[in-house]
């Protein structure tokens, strides 16, 4: 393996490890959600929170294929950004939309 | 014996226009790239770079420079949208309804970082789609598009619609 080779996949496997958090946070709320919501459970919400950073992942492997070290690295965070920043928005909706976990 | 050339020395009239138009092609300087783009040719001739961009020239700045004047005016657009992005998510995370869901560790820690990461999303989408769309206006446009939509600041959005 070559060491360009090795670095991108350092780089995608360190960002899986990051990306896991806004995944976790995501399956989290799709599974307890519904227990306080009941009939009010925003579905669309919650699975956009599940898959928005699985896209973003998928999305940013695709766009830093065959680019420079440090270009890889700020495209996967600017994915992770966005990531974080759903998940977060998610919450948010949820808190004062939904008044769930109120 | 014949003196040498000093480096101060002025060099032949003639000369000097051919190496500027073998190593640089019309406008540039105005774009800050002083640098040859020899390589751009493939073969790395210089001769043959010369005479091409004698060739293209007319017909390549006839096509660059409104396509350069657009991307420029998408990034300046863009900058501003991505900056008030940035400062709604600055926002955003000081807000309570954006407070860690959990507080046994490592939540509270791993929750500060997404919220650190989420901040930062903007600039970083932004300085992304700079950098990969280069003199591709349209693409550019579509990118930045698809970031605003993903990065918009809802936390602060809702809170400021009551």
């Known amino acids: 393996m070559s060491t360009s080779r090795g ?6 496997i ?21 227990a306080y ?16 950073p699985v896209a973003a992942y998928v999305g940013a492997a695709l766009v830093a294929r065959g680019r420079t070290p440090l270009l890889r690295v700020v495209v996967f965070a600017a994915g992770l950004g966005v990531a974080s920043g759903v998940t977060i928005s998610v919450i948010a909706w949820a808190l004062s939309r939904f008044a769930l976990l109120g | 014996m014949e003196a040498m050339a000093r480096p101060t020395d002025p060099a032949p009239e ?20 002083a640098r040859p783009r020899l390589a751009a040719t493939g ?8 005479a091409e961009a ?25 900058g501003i949208l ?11 995370v000081q807000l309570p309804v954006t407070a860690a869901p959990s507080q046994g560790f490592p939540g509270p820690i791993v929750w500060q970082f997404g919220k650190f990461v989420a901040m930062i999303g903007a600039p970083l989408w932004f300085g992304a789609v700079i950098v990969l769309t280069r003199g591709r206006v349209g ?10 939509a993903l990065l918009l600041p809802w936390p602060v959005l809702l809170e400021l619609a009551g």
């Open chain 1, 7 to 12: 670095t991108a996949w350092f780089i995608a």
């Open chain 1, 14 to 34: 360190v960002f899986a490890v990051l990306f896991a958090a806004p995944l976790f946070w995501g399956v989290s709320d799709l599974i307890e959600y519904p």
């Open chain 1, 37 to 52: 919501a009941g009939g009010r459970t925003p579905w669309l919400l919650l699975i956009l929170g599940v898959v928005v």
């Open chain 2, 14 to 33: 003639g000369d000097d226009d051919l190496d500027d138009e073998a190593l640089s092609w019309a406008g540039d300087e105005e774009q800050g790239r």
């Open chain 2, 43 to 50: 073969d790395g001739d210089p001769v043959g770079a010369a």
């Open chain 2, 54 to 78: 004698d060739d293209d020239e007319d017909l390549d700045l006839e096509e660059r420079a409104p396509r350069d004047v657009a991307g420029g005016f998408v990034a300046v657009v863009g």
């Open chain 2, 82 to 92: 991505y900056l008030a992005l940035t400062v709604g998510w600055i926002y955003s």
């Open chain 2, 139 to 148: 693409l550019r446009l579509g990118w930045f598009a698809l970031g605003l």
